[in-house]
């Protein structure tokens, strides 16, 4: 089976701290992917990577970064966090190609600023 | 522009009902796919069925079933006999074919399904 996994599930950090979300795959996929979801707006892409040390901006990138030093890892970060930021963030993975793909999911983290 | 559109929010039923999801869908290209995923309280989305342009065939599998329907560009989710395991929401997508598409998926908003005993 796919595994997706997201280090924290549940984070409450303080306006201006800067968050680290980790997500680690397992299956070696090429694609991973970063969205937030809020209620009434669905999962947005924030970025998303398509090989180590690549990355390609979402829909929604602003304050956010991310960083693949290796294949398994992707890691999205809040710069100076902000209580806009409060969300539902999914970590996913994907195999290469042109689309079709069907993209797993992690159990999501649950980041509260304050 | 919305690419998928489930222009249901939230369907509450009585166990054992049928329920059934719409999504619409808008794309130019002649190759894509669709998705469904089911996000249960636990937050991680599940992997339902995937269904490529150009195979319109229905499909079944337990209590659910899919009807894609490239002339309406529709890909309606039915639950049967619905249970309060399937209380849940429920999100369509679509991934088009294109080279530099990168896999990226467009998603509905999601509609939300709660089953009461």
């Known amino acids: 089976d796919v595994k997706v996994t997201q280090s924290s599930r549940y984070l409450v950090k303080r306006t201006g701290e800067k968050v680290f979300l980790e997500c680690v795959q397992d299956?070696?996929?090429?694609?991973m992917f970063w969205y937030r979801q809020d209620p009434g707006l669905g999962l947005r892409l924030i970025y998303f990577s398509y090989d180590v040390k690549m990355k390609e901006k979402g829909d929604i990138p602003e304050g956010y970064s991310v960083s693949r030093e290796k294949k398994e890892r992707f890691s999205l970060i809040l710069e100076s966090a902000s209580t806009n930021q409060t969300s539902m963030y999914l970590c996913?993975?994907?195999?290469?190609?042109?689309?079709?793909?069907?993209?797993?999911f992690g159990e999501g983290s649950w980041l509260t600023v304050v | 522009a919305q690419k998928v559109t489930q222009a249901q929010t939230e369907i509450s039923v009585v166990e054992k009902e049928d329920v059934t999801l719409d999504c619409v869908y808008e794309t130019r290209d002649t190759t894509y796919y669709l998705f469904w995923y089911k996000q249960p309280p636990s937050g991680e989305l599940v992997f339902l069925i995937r269904r490529n342009s150009f195979d319109e065939q229905n499909e079944i599998s337990g209590r659910y079933s899919w009807n894609f329907q490239k002339s309406t560009s529709s890909f309606n989710f039915t639950i049967t006999a619905s249970q309060v395991v399937d209380s849940a929401v429920y999100f369509c997508a679509l991934s088009e074919w294109t080279t530099d598409s990168w896999g990226k998926f467009q998603f509905g908003a999601g509609t939300q399904v709660v089953v009461t005993p």
């Open positions: 299956m070696d996929h090429e694609n």
């Open positions: 996913a993975s994907s195999r290469t190609g042109g689309g079709g793909n069907t993209i797993y």
